[in-house]
């Protein structure tokens, strides 16, 4: 088999490269582990930048978004009692964001490649990379009992934290940063309404939570919970008295309730690569880099790692434009560590740390929640991030 890219890995973020360099008129082949069923079955986060909803509408996979998603001008902040709305219209220049779960965003990518007639191969077992920083890459895997030869021009690794990708690399190239938080999210999926029209993220004694959504008719809500804690010890009745506890009277009363769709724990920790690349090898998304979902940029980082890829991959192609390609790293992290950074002090922000922080510390988190959110500098700071931070061009 030959193509010009080979793309690991079918999450939103390999599919979307794949539209957009099928638009473009670049050759692809997507190679996932899993079946398509399994990879519709992650539940993930949902709110999508204002940067993410433009390069899903260049990539024409955009029609059922803007019919059914949910443009959001604001959100709201809890804190010490204080409700505080984030005008995220009025201070940014007039970017929104769009809630619209990270499954539909795959679901509408999966339906554009087969109908673009473009090769995807799902359940390839036993993928391996080779002659990365050689000649000509090429790539191995099994299907069906039988092995295969991919080759390509460039190989775009966009498997996860955990693919093949990132681990194909030689051990001493690549120099990794990390932040690992003292709990985790406990997070509920539930076909009930929404308890606001806009998010909420709450700072409580007791703990953090946030109540999003993903429609009209269901929410996730989300409970900051010990490392030790397990799954199997949250009834849906300790979920919902726990999140009502830790938001203000009006608002827990407002709160409608019901049956668990999904519950689950995730660890929150900050994790980057450097560099985001090896050779003909690209990593894109997870494979490179890890957010506490706090500041609502997993998703949305790996979209702004898509968008400078493909514009690379174009002038590659178009105009021979090859000196761009050592370009792709320092252009995708120097907006990575912008989203790092807010990710990070959006945690630090609302999150209970008790005794894995000195006084000296709590001291500091609360002056940045007094200072943040009563300072118009502060709240447009918090805002434009949230919306997301431009691209750079490629040129």
């Known amino acids: 088999m030959n193509t010009q890219v080979a793309i690991i890995g079918a999450g939103p973020s390999g599919l979307l490269l794949g ?18 069923e399994y990879v519709l079955g992650r539940i993930r986060a949902g709110v999508l930048e204002q940067g993410t909803v ?30 505080q709305r984030l005008d995220l219209k009025g ?53 069906n009992g039988k092995a295969h030869r991919l080759e390509c021009d460039y190989i775009a690794g966009c498997d996860g934290f955990h693919g093949v990708s990132r681990k194909s690399i030689p051990a001493g190239v690549l120099k ?21 029209h806009e998010l909420i993220y709450a700072h409580h004694r007791r703990g953090f939570s946030l109540c999003s959504q993903r429609s009209q008719t269901r929410s996730r809500y989300y409970l900051q919970v010990p490392l030790d804690e ?7 009745e300790r979920f919902w008295n726990e999140l009502k506890a830790r938001l203000p009277e009006d608002v827990a009363q407002q709160l409608v309730t019901g049956p668990a ?29 890890i957010v506490p979902p706090t500041g609502a940029k997993g998703l949305n980082l790996a979209a702004s790692d898509v968008n400078y890829l493909y514009r690379i991959l174009v002038k590659v192609y178009r105009e021979g434009r090859i000196d761009l390609l050592q370009q792709y790293s320092p252009l995708a992290l120097r907006r990575v560590w912008k989203g790092e ?45 949230y919306v997301g931070l431009p691209y750079e061009e490629v040129v």
Do not use: C
């Open 19 to 36: 539209q957009l360099l099928h638009k473009a008129g670049i050759d692809t082949v997507i190679l996932e582990r899993q079946t398509p």
């Open 261 to 289: 769709l999904e519950k689950s724990i995730a660890p929150l920790r900050s994790l980057v690569v450097e560099p985001m690349q090896y050779g003909h090898l690209f990593l894109v998304g997870d494979a490179a880099h």
């Open 230 to 236: 397990r799954v199997e010890d949250w009834s849906d």
């Open 54 to 83: 433009d390069l899903l509408r260049e990539a024409g996979v955009a029609e059922r978004m803007d019919r059914e998603g949910l443009v959001h001008e604001g959100v709201e902040l809890l804190v010490a009692g204080r409700r």
């Open 341 to 385: 950074r807010f990710s990070w002090f959006m945690t630090q922000l609302l999150h209970d740390f008790g005794e894995h922080k000195d006084a000296w510390d709590q001291k500091m988190q609360e002056a940045d929640r007094e200072y943040f959110l009563t300072s118009p500098a502060g709240l447009v700071n918090i805002a434009e991030n």
């Open 91 to 143: 201070l940014t220049g007039g970017k929104t964001v769009m809630v619209y779960g990270q499954t539909e965003v795959t679901r509408d990518l999966m339906q554009a490649r087969d109908a673009s007639g473009a090769p995807i191969i799902y359940s390839a077992s036993n993928v391996q990379l080779h002659e990365l920083n050689g000649e000509r890459p090429y790539v191995t895997f099994e299907k």
């Open 176 to 196: 990794e940063y990390e932040r690992v938080y003292p709990f985790g999210w406990l997070g509920m999926l539930s076909d009930t309404p929404p308890v606001n």
